[in-house]
């Protein structure tokens, strides 16, 4: 029987998938899982990674392996892409030295939206370095954090 996700949290339904998936491709990480769309239409976006990479063969098998589980949604499944999506505290850590963006659920000081390079991260926050200084963000205040995209050199200042 299909599992009923509608009244589930993200969170929540991020754990249903990862629990189906690591029994059926256990080198595969989730790294988000997205509501998007409207009530009538809506879509479940599932971001993956694994060590040898994300090809769209993968990305079928995992849409086939979610069939039942998510019957109720459109199921997108792809590579995370040059914005990773960050969601966990071993990915903050992996990308330590990366600039990233933060926005939050409250403003702190003023504020919900962060850019700025990943300096630190621990069990409470992550320490970010922007051009306007340095900022702490708690863990439980970061409604969605991913990588920036690294421009390429044009010869132009930016």
């Known amino acids: 029987m299909p599992a009923d996700t509608g009244g589930l949290s993200d969170s929540a ?6 629990a189906r998936l690591a029994t059926v491709e256990p080198d595969v990480e989730v ?17 993956l990674d694994r060590p040898r990479g994300v090809d769209l063969e993968l990305c079928a098998r995992v849409t086939h392996h979610l069939r039942d589980l998510l019957v ?6 792809s590579s995370p892409g040059p914005e990773r999506p960050l969601t966990r505290l071993d ?3 992996r990308y330590r030295g990366s600039r990233i963006r933060v926005r939050t659920g409250e403003p702190i000081d003023g504020r919900n ?19 306007w200084g340095m900022v702490q963000i708690p863990h439980e205040r970061i409604r969605r954090s991913n ?12």
Do not use: C, M, N, W
């Open 31 to 47: 790294l988000a899982v997205e509501r998007a769309g409207s009530r009538r239409s809506p879509v479940l976006r599932v971001f």
């Open 72 to 77: 109720d949604y459109t199921v997108e499944v």
């Open 13 to 18: 339904v991020q754990k249903q998938v990862e």
């Open 147 to 158: 990588l920036i995209s690294q421009p390429e050199a044009s010869g132009r200042p930016s």
């Open 113 to 131: 939206d962060f850019k700025g390079e990943l300096v630190g991260v621990d069990d409470e926050a992550v320490s970010l370095a922007a051009d």
């Open 91 to 93: 990915h903050y850590q």
